[in-house]
Every structure is written in C-alpha cells, then in structure tokens.
C-alpha cells in the first residue's frame, strides 16, 4: 500500500518528518487540511523501475559539485529522466482513490458501497496542495527550499505531473548540492504529502524559538497576504513579531511593505503572483487576537513534538491552519562574539536590515542579477542579490556572506544560511541599488548591519601616507571650513516619501519637507470604498483628506507637502468592496489610473480640491496639488477646470510623453515638477522591473533615463519652476551625485533612508565643491 491517510502517517521512515508532525498535530485535534500521503516506499518503487536508479548514479558519478555549470547539466538530464519515466499504473490508481476521497467526508467515506460511488461521482475534483515530505536520518537536515513544493493542482493527471516534479526536485542543483554538502549519500528518499487546498486571505511561517539569536524563550512569527510562498520564496519583507514564548507578550513589531502576494487566479485557478492593493502594502497583516490564537496554536505543537518547530500556517475565512511542523535546525550554532565585526559604534552604516544568519564579514560586493550570473562570484565574496533563489545554494560554501534586498529571517535562504554557518542579511530593501559591485563592505549579521570600511592609514617616517603626501593644498579650503558630514546642511533639499498623512516631531525637524504623499491608504483605510464615499457622501471624504492632511501642513509648516492626487491602478480598484464592474486589464501600469480616471470620473478628484481649498482658507499654503499619470497639455488643461480657487498645482513625470513636453506643461501653468525616476524609467525602457526575466534590463542610469531627467530639469529650470525626484527604491551613489550635478532642488526618499540620504547628499556636494575648486586653479 503507498498511499496512508494523513492521520495514520506515524512512520518516519515512510512518511519524512513534515508528515510525521502533521499526522501527529492532526490527531491532537490541532486544525490540519485533511490529506493524504504518498510513502518514499513509492518513490523507491518508482526509481527502480527500469533500472533508473542505476541511470542516475551514473549519471551522477565524479561530479564536482562546486562546478556549477556541470552541476546545473547534470541536474536537468536526471529530472528529465524522472519527468519522462512513467508511475505504474496500480500506483496511479491507488493514488487517484486516494485523492477522489478528499472530495467527501469522514462519515461519507465511513458509510462506503454504493452510496460513496454516488456523492463522488456527483463531487467536483478537489483543488489540492502537493508537497515535499523528504525522510532524512538527521534531524539537523531541514532541506528548507530544495525540494518543491505545488498550489492548486486539480485533477489526477494534474497530481500525477506534481508528484513526479516533487520527486525529480530531489536532483535539482540545490539538492544535490546540499545533500553532497552534509554528507548525505545514497539512494535519497521522499514522501509527498496532498492536502486540501486552502484559499488563505493571509500566512506565515513561526519559529517557536529565534533562529538568528538561538534564544528559545523568543519565538518570531512573520506574516503576510496571501500564500505563504510569497515568505518562503522571499519575494516579500513580511510583517515580524517577536513574542515571550512563556506570556504571548509582543516584545517587538515591524511592519514592513508587502508589494507581492502569491494567490489563485479566479479565472484559471492556476496560482499566480500579483501586487498586493495600496491599501494593504502598510497595513497590519495580523490583529492582536490572531497574533495570540497563533501564539497559542505553536505552543500547542511544540508540545505535540517535542522540540522548537518552523511551523508554516494560513488564515482562510478568519480560521487558522496549520500547514507545516518541521524541527528548527540550527539552535546548538555558537554565537559570533558581536565585538569581530572591527566597526566603531560611532560609524553610520551604509545599509541596515535584518539579521537572518549570525556572523561577521569582511570583502567585496559581488551583485549579481539572477542565476546565470553564477559564475561570477568569487570564493570569498560577500553575495549581494534582489531575492531568494534556490540557484544559489551551490554558492553558500564560496561566499563569505550573504545580502538580500527582500525576505525575512525565516525565509528559506535565510534557514539554508544557517545551516551553512553564513552570514546573512535579509529585508535590507535596497542593497543591490545602494551597494556598487565590487566595492569593499563590512558585513555585522549579529545587527544587521552593512558599513564601508574606514581606509587604514599607512604612516612613512617622511610624513607622507599610503605613499601620497599629507601637506594640505593651500589653494583648497581646509576640510573644517566646509560643512561636516552628518550635520544635515545641503543645498539639496532631503524630503520625504510618505504613505499617510503621520509624521514624528523628530522627523518632522529633521526633514525639508514631504516630497511625496501618495492619496491611496489614506482614501482606502480601513476598508474604505472612496469612489462610493465621493458618490454618497462627499463631505465625509472632504473632512478625511483636510482633517489629516491639515495636522500634517501645521506641523511642518512653513515646509512644503506635495499631494498627489489618487492613483489606483485597475487590479487595485477591483479589490475594493462594490468595484466587481471595474475592467480587468492585461497591463494595469498603462492603464485607467491616475488623472485619466480622475477626469473620467471626478467625483474623488472633486472632493481633493475641495479640502485643499478648505485649507487653503485655513492659511494652511505649504501644500502642492500634483497630477499623477499625466501625459498632455490638455488633461492638464481638463483639471485646472475643475479648480476653482488658487492652488499650487504641479504634474507627476510618470511618462516619457510628460518628459518631453516639460517646456508645453510649465508654460501652461505648473509650479511643480516630480519625477518619478521608478514609473519613467520602466515606461522608457519598456522594463518590468519585477519580471525576473527581464529586470536586469532595468536602469534608473540608463542613459535614455538620464536624457530624459536632464531635459526635464533643464526645462523647468529655464521657466521658474521647482523640480525634485522619487523613487521607491532608494537612489545609489552614482544617482545622486548625477542628479545633484544636473541641478535637482530636492530628493525624496523613504523615512528609514533619511538620515543616510542627507549624509550621502552632504558628501556628494562636498566632493562636486572641491572638483570645482580645484578645477578653477
């Protein structure tokens, strides 16, 4: 018999330990999707068949794993060998009886004969979650992200094509590698475990004790929307919380922003990625209720297992789910001693992010695109990528650490990194944007932090150092003369990217003023349909946007805030309650968004100017109105229309077509200028940057980009009005210094990135002075 019902799967040697912990949480009354399991005594049926087995070590006979282009062809002749070998049909048929009763109850399936042929034939196919249960003989092997794992598979041809991928995972390049790498041979074995699929409005993965700090009187839940695979894969930096395991107490909360979710299509059923609403991007994933219910539902399966656990769960119409249970692999690690890292306490670091692998590392950036950049990377360098990726186990034993701009500490690279003993940082947003390749870098994965090495000096018995003389210029000015570093004083103004109206007193001061605040969460709270609001009931609207936007202009005032008026794309309008009609686009970036929608329909458009004008009356004339998404004179045109008192009004530079005709836009009346450096640069060289075929194509400096900012600049320098830049990445060295060259007035950047952009800013004017000085000799 190869298949076992999923409570009645208590061999370990049979089922892996994952489905052993299910089996076992499922008898202890803990909420498991129901399901069924696939023995490793079918793989090994299978892999015998035709002397496969024999074909696979042959295959596999003298090969060097670290050689990664011999490892990538071998693995993809042996997972074509599996994918094209066929299950026997007996095992077909038990496997399809046991994925036809997930379909009806336990008392249905209990009544047997007749009456279960009836209520099956009459039952649709199940939609089921197909994963990896591998039996391994150490308990310090979690095999975290090397064997698939698949969503929303219905029917049994469909289950049968997963359960041969599952298997043929076992040969992928990560796998092998990793097995060659803690010692385990022979034949590898696994169980696959079917469950029913779940439709989840938001997951997570929880680590009853921290795996970063080995403290087991912590334990990490991290959240998100949608699938847990969106964490797992580290495509998102996941909403964390650090508990006390004993109380419940939330000791920690970081809220991060989650752009991606990976949910099922409700046209295809096929499971897709797509960008989570604006809405949801800053909000909670997780009420304190549903924290606490988690809190206890983990208590609850490390008493049914025995040991600390990396448990995976979901919630679907407000019920939890317990997915996974697999031992924590990593807690007998030793921790570095955090004074190794050499780096002053004074010293402000280059990047900051979230220590996922404990360890410190001292050598070059190596920032690669994806993975046909693997050979790239040199034994010794420091690994700088935008996400996870299963490709780049092969190179965890030849870098001496690790960065990624997304992900959280329980992310599979993140757990694979332990077990490797690499250091690594995850959730850093921004490292392969900020970090150059090549460049020299101090990784401290105890704090999570990323410093530029201080050049150490060489002193020579005649005064010179590192063999260049230390006799000051006395043509250029002493260093002191000019403004130090860190105290905030620049020519270029550092304003703020903000999603909502709120802002600290410290902050507030410490800041030139708000480059951006984006429409979107503020009209959307709470569950707010704002087009319905502005149909029904305006002045509720009126009295949302002047009421907060008015707190936030008193306490920066006299500083200015650029408002830019709603831009929901059409995915994210669908999503709102009451929006079924709103079209489905095949690409919602080009699309009926932004000041389009606005004089289409105008009612929200109506009620934006309306409490500007309240302020406005109020005194309150530090706020700017700017118009997303614009692309001629005459919409421009269209909405001065609608304004019926005077306003600052300024143009987003989303588009190409508004780049261009700057010099049109500025003599029709603008006071603003703000370019969108991440919208302008996709829609100018046709790139979406988070298509992973074709990111690398993507370029903020690409010189098209650079042409187009110039032209922008220079236009609206010629006619008097003020231009400034965003983006929602932060802008790396070789930006800012070329935009402060161009002549940019302000830069806007996230809250987090502020203190390290005006340092940035201050050190770039400081180096354009002293090359114009010299220059002038």
Same mark, same amino acid.
């Given at each position: 018999?190869?298949?076992?019902?999923?409570?009645?799967? %208590?061999?370990?040697?049979?089922?892996?330990?994952?489905?052993?912990?299910?089996?076992?949480?499922?008898?202890?009354?803990?909420?498991?999707?129901?399901?069924?399991?696939?023995?490793?005594?079918?793989?090994?049926?299978?892999?015998?068949?035709?002397?496969?087995?024999?074909?696979?070590?042959?295959?596999?006979?003298?090969?060097?794993?670290?050689?990664?282009?011999?490892?990538?062809?071998?693995?993809?002749?042996?997972?074509?060998?599996?994918?094209?070998? %066929?299950?026997?049909?007996?095992?077909?048929?038990?496997?399809?009886?046991?994925?036809?009763?997930?379909?009806?109850?336990?008392?249905?399936? +209990?009544?047997?004969?007749?009456?279960?042929?009836?209520?099956?034939?009459?039952?649709?196919?199940?939609?089921?979650?197909?994963?990896?249960?591998?039996?391994?003989?150490?308990?310090?092997?979690?095999?975290?992200?090397?064997?698939?794992?698949?969503?929303?598979?219905?029917?049994?041809?469909?289950?049968?094509?997963?359960?041969?991928?599952?298997?043929?995972?076992?040969?992928?390049?990560?796998?092998?590698?990793?097995?060659?790498?803690?010692?385990?041979?022979?034949?590898?074995?696994?169980?696959?475990?079917?469950?029913?699929?779940?439709?989840?409005?938001?997951?997570?993965?929880?680590?009853?004790?921290?795996?970063?700090?080995?403290?087991?009187?912590?334990?990490?839940? %991290?959240?998100?929307?949608?699938?847990?695979?969106?964490?797992?894969?580290?495509?998102?930096?996941?909403?964390?919380?650090?508990?006390?395991?004993?109380?419940?107490?939330?000791?920690?909360?970081?809220?991060?922003?989650?752009?991606?979710?990976?949910?099922? +299509?409700?046209?295809?059923?096929?499971?897709?990625?797509?960008?989570?609403?604006?809405?949801?991007?800053?909000?909670?994933?997780?009420?304190?209720? %549903?924290?606490?219910?988690?809190?206890?539902?983990?208590?609850?399966?490390?008493?049914?297992?025995?040991?600390?656990?990396?448990?995976?769960?979901?919630?679907?119409?407000?019920?939890?789910?317990?997915?996974?249970?697999?031992?924590?692999?990593?807690?007998?690690?030793?921790?570095?001693?955090?004074?190794?890292?050499?780096?002053?306490?004074?010293?402000?670091?280059?990047?900051?992010?979230?220590?996922?692998?404990?360890?410190?590392?001292?050598?070059?950036?190596?920032?690669?695109?994806?993975?046909?950049?693997?050979?790239?990377?040199?034994?010794?360098?420091?690994?700088?990528?935008?996400?996870?990726?299963?490709?780049?186990?092969?190179?965890?034993?030849?870098?001496?650490?690790?960065?990624?701009?997304?992900?959280?500490?329980?992310?599979?690279?993140?757990?694979?990194?332990?077990?490797?003993?690499?250091?690594?940082?995850?959730?850093?947003?921004?490292?392969?944007?900020?970090?150059?390749?090549?460049?020299?870098?101090?990784?401290?994965?105890?704090?999570?932090?990323?410093?530029?090495?201080?050049?150490?000096?060489?002193?020579?018995?005649?005064?010179?150092?590192?063999?260049?003389?230390?006799?000051? #210029?006395?043509?250029?000015?002493?260093?002191?003369?000019?403004?130090?570093?860190?105290?905030?004083?620049?020519?270029?103004?550092?304003?703020?990217?903000?999603?909502?109206?709120?802002? #600290?007193?410290?902050?507030?001061?410490?800041?030139?003023?708000?480059?951006?605040?984006?429409?979107?969460?503020?009209?959307?709270?709470?569950?707010?349909?704002?087009?319905?609001?502005?149909?029904?009931?305006?002045?509720?609207?009126?009295?949302?946007?002047?009421?907060?936007?008015?707190?936030?202009?008193?306490?920066?005032?006299?500083?200015?805030?650029?408002?830019?008026?709603?831009?929901?794309?059409?995915?994210?309008?669908?999503?709102?309650?009451?929006?079924?009609?709103?079209?489905?686009?095949?690409?919602?970036?080009?699309?009926?968004?932004?000041?389009?929608?606005?004089? +289409?329909?105008?009612?929200?458009?109506?009620?934006?100017?309306?409490?500007?004008?309240?302020?406005?009356?109020?005194?309150?004339?530090? $706020?700017?109105?700017?118009?997303?998404?614009?692309?001629?004179?005459?919409?421009?045109?269209?909405?001065?229309?609608?304004?019926?008192?005077?306003?600052?009004?300024?143009?987003? $530079?989303?588009?190409?077509?508004?780049?261009?005709?700057?010099?049109?836009?500025?003599?029709?009346?603008?006071?603003?200028?703000?370019?969108?450096?991440?919208?302008?640069?996709?829609?100018?060289?046709?790139?979406?940057?988070?298509?992973?075929?074709?990111?690398?194509?993507?370029?903020?400096?690409?010189?098209?980009?650079?042409?187009?900012?110039?032209?922008?600049?220079?236009?609206?320098?010629?006619?008097?009005?003020?231009?400034?830049?965003?983006?929602?990445?932060?802008?790396?060295?070789?930006?800012?210094?070329?935009?402060?060259?161009?002549?940019?007035?302000?830069?806007?950047?996230?809250?987090?990135?502020?203190?390290?952009?005006?340092?940035?800013?201050?050190?770039?004017?400081?180096?354009?002075?002293?090359?114009?000085?010299?220059?002038?000799?």
């Amino acid at each position: 018999m190869y298949t076992l019902s999923l409570d009645k799967a %208590e061999d370990s040697k049979r089922v892996g330990s994952k489905a052993l912990n299910l089996s076992r949480a499922l008898k202890a009354g803990l909420p498991v999707p129901g399901g069924f399991v696939l023995t490793s005594d079918a793989y090994a049926r299978f892999i015998s068949l035709d002397k496969l087995w024999d074909r696979v070590k042959g295959i596999l006979e003298g090969l060097d794993p670290e050689n990664i282009r011999e490892l990538r062809e071998k693995s993809r002749e042996i997972r074509g060998l599996i994918l094209n070998s %066929e299950i026997p049909d007996s095992m077909k048929k038990e496997i399809k009886e046991a994925y036809d009763g997930l379909a009806v109850s336990r008392e249905v399936k +209990d009544a047997g004969g007749k009456a279960l042929d009836f209520i099956k034939a009459g039952r649709g196919e199940s939609f089921v979650a197909v994963r990896s249960s591998v039996v391994a003989e150490e308990a310090s092997n979690s095999f975290a992200g090397q064997t698939f794992s698949l969503m929303n598979v219905i029917g049994s041809g469909n289950l049968f094509n997963s359960i041969k991928l599952c298997w043929s995972s076992l040969f992928s390049p990560e796998a092998i590698y990793y097995r060659r790498n803690r010692g385990i041979s022979g034949l590898p074995l696994m169980a696959v475990v079917v469950q029913r699929m779940l439709d989840p409005e938001k997951s997570g993965i929880i680590f009853t004790a921290n795996p970063s700090t080995n403290d087991i009187g912590r334990m990490v839940i %991290e959240g998100s929307w949608g699938l847990g695979e969106s964490i797992v894969s580290g495509i998102v930096n996941p909403d964390e919380y650090i508990l006390n395991k004993d109380t419940g107490e939330i000791l920690e909360k970081t809220l991060n922003k989650k752009f991606w979710q990976y949910t099922k +299509d409700a046209l295809t059923g096929k499971t897709i990625k797509e960008r989570v609403t604006s809405s949801k991007v800053h909000a909670n994933v997780l009420t304190e209720q %549903e924290i606490k219910k988690l809190w206890e539902l983990s208590k609850k399966v490390e008493e049914v297992t025995g040991r600390p656990q990396d448990i995976e769960w979901s919630i679907a119409r407000n019920r939890i789910y317990l997915l996974q249970a697999r031992p924590i692999t990593t807690l007998n690690r030793e921790m570095p001693d955090p004074a190794q890292a050499g780096v002053p306490e004074s010293q402000t670091p280059l990047l900051k992010g979230i220590a996922a692998s404990p360890g410190f590392a001292r050598a070059r950036a190596r920032i690669i695109a994806d993975s046909n950049e693997l050979e790239r990377v040199e034994p010794g360098d420091i690994l700088v990528v935008k996400k996870a990726n299963p490709d780049y186990t092969p190179l965890l034993k030849r870098v001496s650490g690790l960065v990624l701009d997304t992900g959280g500490r329980n992310s599979y690279m993140a757990t694979i990194s332990r077990e490797f003993q690499v250091p690594c940082i995850v959730g850093t947003e921004n490292a392969t944007t900020i970090l150059r390749d090549g460049q020299e870098i101090i990784l401290d994965a105890v704090n999570g932090k990323i410093y530029q090495p201080v050049p150490r000096p060489n002193p020579q018995p005649d005064g010179t150092v590192n063999g260049a003389t230390a006799t000051p #210029d006395p043509g250029i000015p002493d260093a002191e003369k000019l403004p130090a570093l860190g105290e905030g004083i620049t020519a270029t103004e550092v304003r703020l990217n903000l999603a909502l109206p709120e802002l #600290d007193e410290n902050t507030a001061k410490l800041c030139d003023g708000i480059g951006i605040l984006g429409a979107e969460r503020l009209l959307t709270g709470e569950g707010r349909n704002p087009f319905e609001t502005a149909r029904t009931n305006p002045q509720e609207l009126i009295q949302l946007i002047s009421s907060r936007l008015g707190t936030l202009a008193k306490l920066l005032y006299p500083k200015p805030i650029c408002y830019r008026s709603l831009d929901l794309s059409t995915d994210e309008v669908r999503n709102l309650e009451g929006e079924d009609e709103t079209p489905r686009e095949s690409n919602p970036l080009l699309g009926w968004r932004g000041l389009r929608r606005s004089l +289409d329909q105008p009612e929200i458009f109506k009620c934006e100017v309306q409490a500007l004008k309240k302020l406005s009356q109020e005194g309150l004339n530090n $706020i700017t109105l700017l118009l997303p998404f614009i692309s001629t004179i005459q919409e421009l045109r269209d909405a001065k229309s609608l304004i019926d008192f005077p306003l600052k009004l300024g143009i987003v $530079i989303d588009t190409p077509s508004s780049a261009l005709s700057i010099g049109d836009f500025c003599q029709e009346g603008i006071s603003h200028a703000s370019i969108n450096l991440g919208s302008l640069s996709q829609l100018t060289l046709g790139v979406d940057r988070e298509n992973p075929e074709i990111s690398k194509l993507y370029s903020e400096t690409d010189p098209s980009v650079m042409r187009l900012v110039r032209h922008v600049i220079n236009g609206c320098r010629k006619h008097k009005v003020e231009v400034s830049v965003f983006s929602d990445v932060n802008l790396g060295p070789e930006m800012i210094e070329r935009l402060i060259a161009l002549g940019i007035r302000s830069i806007s950047v996230d809250r987090n990135s502020l203190e390290n952009m005006k340092t940035s800013i201050a050190r770039t004017e400081r180096k354009l002075l002293l090359e114009k000085i010299r220059n002038q000799k």
